[in-house]
């Protein structure tokens, strides 16, 4: 029988990064990361009271992990389940859906964007040219930093993305790994090569010289289930335990729509267990509109992040909310960023195409905060996000929920 590979994400590590967070005005995070860790069985087990009920097959091969990691809870976990795992055969995988038609790339060639490269100047970036008095060289911004992107890949061969991709992994419906050439076109749907390179794109990225990750746990429709999913995050907590690259920073290009008003459990557990290791996650909020949110951009703890338009405005399908979860109740997103009509690399071409939504804006903050790292690398997980959230300017004509701390700036909080 298949379990789950997650060894990682369901253990604490000796020396968890967020073991004392920060006092001051954020004193009571401590409080609540660790309401969240006594939570943190109650949150397996709700999410598998949850989703067994929809004959979800992967959530009962989790609880058969669980069952081996952590014998004491068998009776928990059981009592739950209301079946004898050991005798649990998994069904057959039901077929992916077939892949959506690429958009119309256009001529070959590098595009020339109509609108210019508005998101990196609406965060205090310059487009091109020279830099200012006091700014870093372009081609330092982001240096010795890695970012991971969890997504459909990475096309290592954009001109884009042209060696700044280091590791390319592969995690399919079982979960199972494979290696892959980082240079490579290793995304059959192109999100994740899009995201990738407003991060560390030469032309369009926020920080070019940052290191990249891809992860490939969805599929050519851009969709997927938990196993690739968490088999993929348990993979990037264990190798940044384990002295492979290092990845600070974690894009989740994916999100459920939300059902209530807290996150699902097991998105939430695992966000701490990223956390624990020094990976900040940076997760767009959904583009469900207001009053809406999707997980895990809706946890606690994450860089939740909205989009703003050329006009400086929350655009209308970014969402937001108040959640509670474990007795901490927050209101998401953390902040906005550039999301609408940015221009960012379209793979399997060497053309640059526009897409709007909260995905990119949390691309560009993935971007400030390796920006960030490279100037300031010994900031914990914590103080990185502390730091952009203190380098966010109020918009003025937006609500406070909409906006966050407001949008997200590349210079300026505490390292002026």
């Not at 390319?168 to 419906?173: C, N, S």
């Not at 994916?254 to 900040?280: A, D, K, N, W, Y």
Request: proline share 9%.
């Amino acid at each position: 029988m298949r379990v789950y590979t997650i060894r990682n994400l369901l253990t604490v590590p000796d020396h968890p990064d967020i073991a004392a967070p920060a006092s001051g005005p954020v004193s009571s995070r401590a409080d609540n990361i660790q309401r969240l860790r006594d939570h943190r069985w109650r949150c397996v087990l709700k999410w598998i009271e949850v989703d067994i009920a929809s004959g979800a097959i992967e959530v009962a091969n989790m609880a058969a992990h669980l069952l081996r990691l952590h014998p004491d809870r068998c009776a928990q976990v059981e009592r739950v389940l209301n079946v004898v795992l050991d005798e649990y055969i998994a069904g057959e995988l039901p077929a992916a859906p077939p892949a959506p038609p690429r958009p119309n790339a256009g001529p070959e060639g590098p595009a020339k964007p109509r609108n210019g490269l508005w998101h990196l100047r609406a965060v205090g970036l310059p487009a091109r040219g020279r830099p200012r008095a006091g700014q870093e060289r372009r081609q330092e911004r982001g240096q010795g930093v890695t970012v991971a992107v969890i997504g459909t890949g990475i096309d290592g061969r954009h001109p884009e993305l042209e060696g700044r991709v280091v590791q390319a992994l592969a995690f399919d419906e079982l979960g199972r790994r494979t290696q892959a050439d980082p240079s490579g076109p290793n995304d059959p749907h192109g999100d994740g090569t899009y995201v990738a390179s407003l991060i560390a794109g030469h032309t369009v990225g926020v920080a070019p010289a940052a290191r990249l990750i891809g992860l490939q746990a969805l599929n050519a429709h851009g969709s997927g289930t938990d196993t690739p999913i968490l088999s993929a995050l348990d993979w990037l907590a264990g190798a940044s335990r384990d002295g492979g690259p290092p990845a600070r920073i974690a894009v989740l290009c994916f999100g459920t729509p939300g059902t209530g008003t807290e996150p699902r459990p097991v998105h939430q557990m695992v966000m701490l267990s990223l956390l624990e290791r020094g990976i900040l996650p940076i997760v767009p909020i959904g583009n469900e509109g207001p009053d809406r949110t999707t997980s895990p951009g809706n946890c606690y703890g994450v860089t939740s992040v909205g989009a703003v338009t050329r006009r400086q405005r929350v655009a209308e399908f970014s969402g937001d909310g108040e959640l509670g979860f474990a007795g901490i109740w927050y209101t998401v997103p953390s902040l906005v960023a550039p999301g609408d009509g940015v221009y960012g690399a379209l793979a399997d071409t060497r053309s640059l195409h526009p897409l709007s939504g909260t995905m990119p804006a949390a691309a560009v903050v993935a971007g400030i905060a390796a920006l960030i790292l490279g100037q300031r690398p010994e900031l914990d997980v914590w103080q990185l996000q502390d730091e952009l959230r203190s380098r966010c300017r109020i918009l003025p004509q937006e609500a406070g929920r909409r906006q966050g701390d407001g949008l997200v700036q590349a210079r300026g909080g505490t390292m002026r």
